[in-house]
């Protein structure tokens, strides 16, 4: 597996345990809780993107694509811990997650110096790598989370980019070569799963 902040889940989903053990006793669900970080990832992702804002309100995102990457954790470690996976939630933690990626990955689009098409483009290779990644289970082996430009990894640099936006707006120009580089990493996760799968299923 090629080196992806993936690798850091154990250790963050043990930070995550006692406010997983709470809202289970307050009787949230897996599934509720997936909804609602789709929910909201997909209300300020259009928000940024529907009206012109100023490049300070991209700070938010920041934030919540950590608060998203716990949630995810969380709707997982729900299902698994107490009894609650279901064939729906299978389908919702998948959907939800592509959803929620180009909602959030959109309001770029609206800024110089980055290119619309490179914004929809890596939107598109994003959920083509989690397709691929969900696809090893079709073909016998695990869902491939392998790297190097995974979700958790997309999330970071995200974060990252939009912290930069609400700091420094307009980014100089070679700015613009960051999202074909995000691009060309996701395509290459892409392929890693692919190959990934393949071995692990002795094709």
């Keep these: ?13 043990d930070l995550l345990r006692p406010a997983v053990r709470a809202l289970h006793r307050a009787g949230i669900t897996a599934n509720q809780v997936t909804l609602f970080a789709c929910g909201v990832s997909v209300s300020l992702g259009l928000w940024l993107w529907a ?8 700070a938010l995102l920041a934030p919540w694509l950590f608060l998203r990457m716990a949630l995810n954790a ?22 939800t997650d592509v959803v929620s990626d180009a ?28 397709m691929a990644g969900v696809l090893g289970q079709v073909v016998g082996a695990s869902r491939r989370y392998d790297g190097p430009f995974g979700k958790s990894d997309r999330a970071f640099a995200a ?10 707006h307009p980014l100089p120009a070679w700015a613009a070569w960051l999202l074909p580089l995000a691009v ?8 890693n799963r692919v190959r990934a799968g393949l071995r692990e299923s002795g094709a």
């Design 1 to 13: 597996m090629a080196i992806s902040i993936y690798r850091l889940k154990p250790a963050f989903q």
């Design 74 to 95: 969380i709707d997982g470690m729900l299902a698994r811990e107490f009894n609650q996976r279901s064939r729906l939630g299978a389908y919702l933690n998948e959907l």
């Design 159 to 168: 974060g990252a980019l939009a912290l930069a936006v609400a700091a420094w």
């Design 51 to 58: 009206a012109p804002r100023s490049p300070a309100w991209f």
């Design 184 to 191: 060309v990493l996701t395509v290459l996760t892409t392929v």
């Design 103 to 130: 909602a959030l990955c959109l309001p770029f689009a609206t800024l110089a110096p980055f290119d619309p098409f490179w914004v929809g483009a890596w939107i598109f290779t994003a959920a083509l790598s989690e």
